[in-house]
Structures are given as C-alpha cells and as structure tokens.
C-alpha cells in the first residue's frame, strides 16, 4: 500500500510565497513521475507542473516564472514552491505519484488527500 501525505498549505496575501510539500510512503521500490494538480468546487482539474524522475519539468502556464517544482529521491518527496502567488491560484492542490512496488513491477498512480491554498488580502 502506498500513501502520498502533503503538506505546507494555508493562508497568504497576493505576492506572497508557500512551499508544499508531498512524502510518498509504503511499498515503494521506485517513483517514476511525480506531479501537483489543483481544484476548485464546480471546475475541472488542472495540472500545474510535473516533474519526471530524470529531472524534466512541465509547467501550466499560467504558473510558469512563478512555481517551480523539483523532488528528492531519497525520501521519496515532491516540492512545489509557489512565489508571487495571486488570488487565481487559491484551490486544493494534490499531489500525484507512478510508484512501483518491486523491482521490474509495473506503475500505478497515486493521489494525496490535498492540501488548502487560500490567496487573499
């Protein structure tokens, strides 16, 4: 079983900076791509950035010069920091992860429960 836990969400005025946070734990023997999604109530979800296990990043655009995403993977983590935030951007972010159980295992995807941004003065 596999579990992807984020965090660093909250509360910031327009400009302002918040990095989240996504550890992947179980039974992990590798994660390929790992990525972070956002919602609001009645819209479709979007993808803001991915980023795959050899360091190749894609960013929405309407993000791009102002999140960066990158991974550490020894400790199975997935970072976003967001900078320059605007009120546009407030949504639950999840994350998402490929994970592989064993060696020559095949991936599945895995989502956080989410996380709460909120851009407002």
């Known amino acids: 079983q596999v579990q992807l836990v984020e965090s660093g969400g909250g509360l910031v005025q327009p400009g302002g900076s918040l990095r989240l946070s996504c550890a992947a734990s179980g039974s992990i023997f590798s994660i390929n791509a790992m990525g972070w999604y956002r919602q609001v109530p009645g819209n479709s979800r979007e993808r803001v950035a991915v980023i795959t296990s050899s360091g190749s990043t894609i960013y929405a655009d309407s993000v791009k010069g102002r999140f960066t995403i990158s991974r550490d993977n020894g400790k199975n983590t997935v970072y976003l920091q967001m900078n320059s935030l605007k009120p546009e951007d407030t949504a639950v972010y999840h994350c998402?992860?490929?994970?592989?159980?064993?060696?020559?295992?095949?991936?599945?995807?895995?989502w956080g429960q989410g996380t709460q941004v909120t851009v407002s003065s």
């Open positions: 998402n992860a490929d994970v592989a159980a064993y060696r020559y295992g095949s991936f599945d995807s895995y």
